[in-house]
C-alpha cells in the first residue's frame, strides 16, 4: 500500500492503463484537487497540510510521486518532513512495473475465463427462436429505434452518463414524462477519460440537471439517483411504455433489471438493451435471450454502432408465453 503524491495527467493514465487495485492506494495528496473534494474510487484527495496534520491515520510509509518534473524537489521536501525514508520515496514509473498494462490483463487469463464462462451461459440459455426473429430489423443507429416509441409515451433511461441519448430520446419521441435514473456518484468526474464533471467543478448530477433544465422546469424529466432496480420499483406496474437500459453490464445486475422491468414496463411495451455482444465480461446477452426464451417477447430491432456497442429492442410479452 502506498500514498500518491500528485494527481495531474500522467498519473491519471497510469491508473487508466494498468491494473492497479484500488486497495494498493491508501492516499492521494494533491494541493489543487484537494479543494474541489474529488474522490479518486472511495479515497479522497487530500491536501499535504492536512495528510501531515492526520499521519499518524495512515498506515503507509511509502511514497509514490506522479510529478516527474517536480520529482527531486517533491522528495526533498517530503525528506524534511522526517517521516518517510528516501528508499521510500520512488517516481510512479518505477512503482508501475509491479502491475500489468491493462491491455495485457484483458487479453490474458482473467478475460479468457470471463470469456469461457459467458460462453457456457449464453450455451445453456441457447439462442433466440427463430419465431422471435420473425419480424426483427436491422437498423443502422440505435436512435433510429426511438421513431418506434410512441408520442406523448412514458419512458425512462436507465444509465444516462452525459445525457447524449437522453437528447435524442426526447427530441424524437417527444415523451409526456421522462425518468433519468443513474447512480449519479458525486465522487464520478466523468466517463471514458473525459472528466467534464471535474473540469467544470460540477457533480454529475448537476452536470446533467443543467443540461436539461428546460426539461425539468417543464415537468417532462424527472431525475431519480439510486441503482437501477431499486429506483425501478418505486414505480407502479405497467407503468412504462418504453425503456432504454444502460446499466451495470454483469449477467447478474442485467437479470435483476429484466425482472423488474417485466413488471414495470406495459404489455407490448419496448426495452432497449444496450452492448448486446460477447464483449469482456458482459452478461446482456445470456440474459436478454433468457427473457426472450421465458417470456415469448419479440425482437424489433437490432441496432449498430460503429464502436460494437450494439442495441437489440424487445417488444415485451407479459401474458402469453407462446415462444
Known sequence: MVIIYGFGQHMNAILEDYCIPINEIECIIDNGLSE???YIGDIKIISFESYLSNRDTFKSDKMVVGAKARFQEIKDELLKTGYFWEENIIYVDEWIKNFPRTSDFLNGSVAESRKKDLRQMCNQVGLISDNALKNAKLLNCREAACYSI?????????GVA???FSKKILQIAKPRKFYAIDMFSEKTTGFWGKNIFYENNMTHEE????NFNSYIKNEVMEIRKGISWECMEQFPD???DYVYLDAAHDYNSVSKDINILKQKVKEGGMIQFNDYNYRDWYGVVPAVNELIRDTGSEVLFYCLSIDNTNDIVVKLNKYNNDK
Open 36 to 38: 474541489r473534494s474529488i
Open 150 to 158: 410512441p408520442l406523448n409515451s412514458v419512458v425512462a433511461e436507465i
Open 162 to 164: 452525459f445525457g447524449d
Open 207 to 210: 452536470w446533467y440537471k443543467q
Open 238 to 240: 405497467n407503468y412504462f
